[in-house]
């Protein structure tokens, strides 16, 4: 037997799945840890000692409440909260990311893609779940918020104010492999990373305050329990700040991933390609296209421009699907020209930009990217537009290429999406294992195929993200929003605060 040394706040999830596959788990404490780890390769992930029959991961969770191989993984906390009797237990509650919608039908030996979203929701109130939600609608809300301040930033810099504490280039924060690396190999970049909060906690701050306050529930009697294709989102959701209803009352209780799902629906008997199409509860259970993208890499890009677009253009974007910023290489980039209406806020300002340009190039000297202070916002064609770079990059091996590039000047863009894993979350480390090579890609085009499938593909025309928007948060970006749905970043990252 091989044996795993954890750190000892190693990830429940991740012991369980090494005790679950015959490892053997050794926790040692933080120092020797460190100790041995250090003398291993310094990437994150696994890493053979050599000449060692020993195997080593490289603690990468870092925030768990977890306190070793005793804890009680959070798979079986929240089925224990399930099995009890209902007039015992709390109101348990459920999410589902959009990536595991493709992958659990995996676990049941059929291709991605192939049970549907309805059978999903369906095994999971047969589990015994009493609200069923759907993680797109928190995607919607995170497209809503970032939308808006992405244009917040654009609009700055526009207005020749490019340093403040919102400056561009903009970098996506829904992916906590990427806030890892940014926190504590890159904390100069911290304010240039959206404040948003990822869909996960999004949706888990809204069932906490939003539907607590409309069906009456004490926060305190809700378990929410996440399923995600991600080892890391349980890290996300134990940092101590996510107690949106009030301290101590985590947005997010629990967090299960695909393939541990997968095991505890065929443990119960439940065949999930029988079943029959099950339904979302309401009211955040209603997601768009755009939300489903969220589950490859690419995806949040093209999701956030589809609404950005129109937010800045008033015009809906002419081409949906971007496939600039589609498929699997490491790095994909393109632009957008945006022209906004004449007499609008936007055209003022990008008129007055024209007038001030004439060589006056702004570059963000000594600050940590050399941006060039919005040198193309004005499209070339006279319409007087922005044109805005984009770039994605596909996997944290990119993403530091891509950095160092941008932090010597040797390209510039305005709006920048970063996924850890190769291929987005649907290549997460949560997923059924697979020795097909073509798996993610498979999984990709089964985002797609959804995404067209859509009846709703832009966040902005979700009926139940406007009643959010009415009724309880107030403006996008507006002062309940951000208290609800942004949050902060730690330079050195949670463990090296505490
Ligand atoms: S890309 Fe990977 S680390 Fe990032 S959210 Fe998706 S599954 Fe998690």
Redesign the pocket.
């Known amino acids: 037997m091989q044996t795993i040394i954890a750190h000892s706040r190693f990830q429940t999830s991740r012991i369980d799945w090494a005790q679950q596959h015959h490892y053997m788990v050794a926790p040692i404490p933080c120092c020797d840890f460190r100790r041995r780890a250090s003398k291993l390769p310094s990437a994150p992930g696994r890493a053979e000692l050599a000449g060692n029959p020993t195997r080593v991961i490289v603690a990468a969770a870092a925030a768990s409440t977890a306190t070793g191989p005793v804890a009680v993984p959070h798979w079986k906390q929240a089925l224990n909260e399930l099995d009890k009797p209902k007039d015992e237990r709390k109101v348990m509650i459920c999410q589902v990311a959009p990536?595991v919608r493709v992958a659990i039908s995996e676990c049941f030996g059929l291709a991605p893609g192939t049970t549907t979203p309805g059978q999903l929701a369906e095994s999971l109130r047969r589990l015994g779940f009493d609200m069923v939600f759907d993680t797109l609608y928190g995607a919607d809300l995170t497209i809503m918020e970032e939308g808006t301040e992405l244009i917040h930033r654009l609009q700055s810099s526009l207005e020749a104010n490019p340093h403040n504490d919102e400056p561009l280039p903009m970098f996506t924060s829904?992916?906590?492999?990427?806030i890892a690396l940014l926190e504590k190999s890159y904390p100069d970049l911290i304010p240039y990373v959206s404040s948003c909060k990822?869909p996960q906690m999004m949706l888990g701050a809204m069932v906490k305050t939003y539907l607590a306050e409309k069906r009456g529930i004490s926060p305190n009697d809700i378990c929410m329990v996440s399923i995600?294709?991600?080892?890391?989102?349980q890290g996300e959701a134990d940092r101590d700040w996510f107690c949106s209803s009030g301290a101590g009352v985590r947005d997010v209780d629990h967090v299960i991933t695909t393939a541990e799902l997968g095991s505890i629906l065929k443990e119960r008997n439940i065949n999930l390609p029988e079943l029959p199409e099950g339904n979302w509860d309401q009211p955040l259970g209603t997601g768009s296209g755009a939300g489903v993208m969220f589950g490859t890499t690419g995806g949040v890009m093209e999701a956030a421009l589809r609404t950005a677009y129109e937010l800045v253009t008033k015009q809906p974007l002419p081409r949906l699907n971007l496939s600039e910023v589609r498929g699997m290489d490491g790095i994909k980039e393109t632009e957008i020209k945006m022209v906004p209406p004449s007499g609008s806020k936007f055209a003022e300002l990008v008129a007055a930009r024209a007038v001030a340009k004439a060589g006056s190039e702004t570059t963000a000297n000594g600050s940590a990217i050399k941006w060039d202070g919005g040198a193309d916002f004005l499209s070339d064609d006279g319409a007087n537009g922005l044109t805005l770079r984009v770039a994605v990059a596909n996997g944290l091996g990119n993403a530091k290429k891509l950095l160092t590039k941008m932090q010597s000047g040797e390209c510039k863009y305005d709006f920048v999406e970063i996924?850890?894993?190769p291929a987005?979350?649907v290549?997460?480390?949560?997923q059924p294992r697979s020795t097909d090579k073509q798996i993610t890609t498979k999984r990709q085009q089964a985002i797609y195929n959804l995404d067209e499938r859509s009846a709703i593909r832009r966040s902005h025309e979700n009926p139940a993200i406007q009643t959010a928007y009415r009724d309880f948060l107030g403006e996008p970006n507006g002062p309940k929003a951000h208290e609800l749905l942004h949050t902060h970043y730690v330079p050195g990252g949670v463990e090296a605060a505490e």
């Open positions: 990536a829904c992916c906590p492999g990427w990822s995600m294709p991600c080892v890391r989102k996924m850890a894993c987005g979350c290549g997460g480390g949560g």
